[in-house]
């Protein structure tokens, strides 16, 4: 019998995971019964140490990267947006309330609250959050100065004070998105996410009732009003995103332009942070994007959540989040051999390609672990594996920017898919991925040499990178310059509407989307068949982030139908 793949879990992790895994075929860790290192994934709320990250072998997983709290901290959030604002310009960072820092920021503030009682009259509305707290905890709207009172660090933001109802309850939009890696930068975000309503009507005379001004389902779960049946939003205080869909079909919204300004908010938070996080081939990051939509249909950042909550509080998370993590576990690519774990090193293999790297490959070109370190001190059967310098059969998440990696033929033959299901990790929720990166040597094109990751995992839609050049920017060191310029080229051209598209080619490419082509590389915009992220019922929109006024059509007709 084929051995399983075996996951371990911190205290404190989410049951979800442990569920979703058992069934998918994984046996979890016993560290009375098996070794240290015996494990394929690690699963932890909270942070990893440095030193585990140093320690990680060919088969192993995390699922945090290092040093990705810039964004998740409210005050780092702010500080990073802050600082690309003054790079960038306020017209593409213009999607986060302006924010202050307090203490340290406490003269600014009260000169911009000076202004505006000065210019309107009125300071307008504030809202004040510990930077360190999650799930509501201390947070407080006001209007007058002396009703801020604080005994830690809090970031004060303007209130955004007409926010989009429905029925007149106040609700925002949990975004999930995957960084997959940040070296070269590959980002996902999942089609399936949360919309969280308030549970009492939307009302700025009554700033102190938090349950008609926050929508944490923490808080509102707590209210008077949970179970009844609040009009067009229900009982409880969730929705899915496809139900949130079907509300913007009533609406007169450009929905194309509005997923494209949510995918535009959160490829640019994470800009802010992309070059400096350290490369961790065998990490993936699950983000919880809150984002607020205005009456005008403007979308805002509110807040990054560092593991955002997986429990199951309704029917709403059920259908959401046990497809998200078993997703998330698509995309971090086990394959067969990892199943293995050590005994995939014992002895060495006949096949006798040489290792490009001086290091071992999964440990990345900023680890400073060596590959005698590896061998002597953490797994002496690895040990004449990587000295022998033959080449590791290593999984997709393991490239690098300056290895090449080609597809390992299964025993049928190249063309022959793998029967994932068969091997006990579990079936794709779609059509298979396009498959691993094939990444340049150095001194080739990187247009003409790197292969696209997989456009779509699951109900995971790639989101960055988005085109050829974006495709460039992301090797090596990353070129947030030029990712901003295409950014703000995709969404202008958004705005201006389909007209500008060759609708031939679009025809065109729609036919090709739906045939699996194995690897895809890259050589023009044209051969880069980006999926837009946004609706899942109807049907995708795809290809160059525009559809055709048929298969739009077409796409409504089948949402009345429904």
């Not at 007169?252 to 942070?273: F, R, Y």
């Not at 005008?296 to 709403?316: F, G, H, I, M, R």
């Not at 998440?397 to 068969?422: C, F, L, M, W």
């Not at 990166?437 to 456009?455: C, D, F, I, M, N």
């Amino acid at each position: 019998m084929a051995a399983s793949l075996v996951f371990r879990l911190h205290d404190g992790a989410p049951e979800l995971v442990r569920e979703v895994l058992l069934e998918r075929g994984w046996e979890e860790y016993d560290g009375e019964e098996q070794e240290e290192e015996d494990w394929n994934l690690y699963w932890r709320v909270s942070a990893f140490r440095h030193s585990e990250y140093l320690k990680l072998l060919p088969w192993q997983r995390l699922n945090h990267h290092p040093k990705s709290v810039g964004i998740t901290r409210k005050d780092y959030l702010a500080r990073n947006l802050r600082r690309m604002r003054a790079t960038f310009g306020s017209s593409l960072y213009n999607f986060s309330p302006m924010a202050f820092i307090l203490p340290n920021d406490y003269t600014r503030f009260i000169a911009e609250y000076t202004k505006q009682r000065l210019t309107r009259g009125l300071s307008g509305y504030w809202i004040c959050k510990p930077v360190d707290l999650s799930r509501g905890r201390g947070i407080f709207i006001f209007c007058d100065i002396k009703d801020l009172i604080y005994d830690s660090p809090v970031i004060v933001q303007r209130y955004i004070s007409n926010p989009l109802l429905i029925s007149g309850y106040k609700f925002d939009l949990r975004i999930y998105v995957c960084v997959k890696s940040f070296h070269p930068l590959t980002v996902y975000m999942h089609q399936e996410g949360l919309v969280r309503f308030a549970t009492e009507k939307y009302n700025l005379s009554t700033l102190d009732n938090l349950y008609a001004h926050l929508t944490n389902t923490s808080i509102n779960k707590c209210g008077p009003f949970y179970t009844t049946n609040k009009e067009r939003v229900g009982q409880g205080c969730k929705w899915t995103m496809s139900k949130f869909r079907y509300f913007l079909h009533s609406q007169d919204v450009n929905e194309l332009l509005l997923w494209q300004k949510i995918k535009n908010i959160v490829t640019l938070t994470i800009l802010t942070i992309a070059p400096s996080v350290p490369s961790s081939p065998n990490c993936v990051e699950l983000f919880g994007f809150d984002i607020l939509i205005d009456s005008t249909y403007k979308p805002w950042l509110l807040e990054v959540n560092y593991s955002p909550a997986l429990t199951l509080d309704c029917q709403a998370d059920v259908a959401v989040k046990k497809g998200l993590i078993s997703d998330l576990i698509d995309l971090m690519n086990y394959r067969a051999i990892d199943r293995l774990r050590g005994r995939a090193y014992q002895r060495p293999k006949s096949s006798k390609q040489p290792c490009r790297n001086a290091l071992n490959p999964i440990l990345g070109s900023h680890s400073r672990i060596t590959r005698a370190k590896v061998s002597r001190e953490r797994h002496p059967s690895l040990a004449s594996y990587l000295t022998d310098n033959r080449a590791l059969n290593l999984s997709d998440v393991t490239n690098h920017d300056d290895t090449v990696t080609e597809r390992e033929p299964s025993e049928e033959g190249d063309s022959a898919k793998p029967d994932i299901s068969q091997e006990g990790l579990g079936s794709l929720r779609s059509k298979p991925a396009a498959g691993p990166w094939k990444l340049p040597l150095e001194g080739t094109r990187a247009s003409h040499r790197v292969a696209l990751p997989p456009l779509r995992v699951g109900d995971f839609i790639l989101t960055f990178p988005f085109n050829e050049a974006t495709l460039e920017a992301s090797q090596h060191k990353l070129d947030v310059k030029l990712a901003v310029q295409e950014l703000h080229k995709l969404t202008s051209q958004l705005a201006s509407g389909p007209s500008r598209l060759d609708k031939n080619k679009l025809r065109r490419q729609e036919e090709e989307v739906k045939t699996d082509e194995g690897v895809r590389t890259c050589d023009s915009d044209e051969g880069f068949e980006s999926l837009f992220w946004g609706p899942k019922e109807p049907p995708l929109l795809c290809i160059g982030c525009f559809l055709s006024e048929k298969y739009k059509s077409q796409s409504i007709k089948s949402d009345t139908q429904n």
